[in-house]
Nanobody, 122 residues
């Protein structure tokens, strides 16, 4: 079982940067693929980024590619999302997730954090 807790959300202006963190506790964190998803009000949850168990492969949603960077520190059981050049449309609750498979599909992730709010003002 893996427990996930996100932090780092907040209110920023358009063009600013923000870094999200996710700390994992429990067994076998280093064996899991990790992902970031987000959900804006009135919208479905969408894929943001994923990283495989070793950190050697990453994937990004088209709307964040080139602006966001995912990384992990297995020694510290940490997952990160560096978000640059933020836009108002990035406003959402951001969720950290852990799963067996490196995937864009949220149903491949069996463990989820409670989410952290990111609000980008124009």
């Amino acid at each position: 079982q893996v427990q996930l807790v996100e932090s780092g959300g907040g209110l920023v202006g358009a063009g600013d940067s923000l870094s999200l963190s996710c700390v994992a506790s429990g067994q076998s964190f280093s064996l899991y693929a990790m992902g970031w998803f987000r959900q804006a009000p009135g919208k479905e949850r969408e894929f943001v980024s994923a990283i495989n168990w070793s950190g050697s492969s990453t994937d990004y949603g088209d709307s964040v590619k080139g602006r966001f960077t995912i990384s992990r520190d297995k020694a510290k059981n940490m997952l990160y999302l560096q978000m640059n050049s933020l836009k108002p449309e990035d406003t959402a609750v951001y969720y950290c997730a852990a799963g067996i498979k490196f995937s864009r599909e949220e149903n491949e992730y069996g463990h989820w954090g409670q989410g952290t709010q990111v609000t980008v003002s124009s």
